[in-house]
């Protein structure tokens, strides 16, 4: 069974900086595309970014893009997105996720349209709150 555990979210000041992990057991880790999104109160869930199986390509929404990082340990089968210099409308539940697909690079085109009916595998989310 593929688990996705997501930790690090909490509250923190416009400005700040918070780092999420999510941690993955029952897939073969490093052979698929894993990416963040996140869902605003009252809004659709919308794409952040994206890290391919070995982790040397990413790919970012423009709205994060110089802010966030995502980065990955196949090691130790987690991923990780680095949040910096948060902004008040960043607050969301962020939700780790896998491609449905083994080796797809198609989440780190840029242009390309991410759709949650791409993700085989979701984290459960954590909450991140930035005050202003």
């Known amino acids: 069974q593929v688990q996705l555990v997501e930790s690090g979210g909490g509250l923190v000041q416009a400005g700040g900086s918070l780092r999420l992990s999510c941690a993955a057991s029952?897939?073969?880790?490093?052979?698929?595309?894993m990416g963040w999104f996140r869902q605003a109160p009252g809004k659709e869930r919308e794409f952040v970014g994206a890290?391919?199986?070995?982790?040397?390509?990413?790919r970012y929404a423009d709205s994060v893009k110089g802010r966030f990082t995502i980065s990955r340990d196949n090691a130790k089968n987690t991923v990780y997105l680095q949040m910096n210099s948060l902004k008040p409308e960043d607050t969301a539940v962020y939700y780790c996720?896998?491609?449905?697909?083994?080796?797809?690079?198609?989440?780190?085109?840029?242009?390309?349209?991410?759709?949650?009916?791409?993700?085989?595998?979701w984290g459960q989310g954590t909450q991140v709150i930035v005050s202003s």
């Open positions: 029952g897939l073969t880790f490093n052979s698929y595309t």
């Open positions: 890290i391919s199986w070995g982790g040397g390509s990413t």
């Open positions: 996720a896998g491609d449905k697909e083994r080796y797809s690079s198609r989440w780190l085109r840029v242009g390309y349209w991410v759709q949650g009916t791409q993700v085989g595998y």
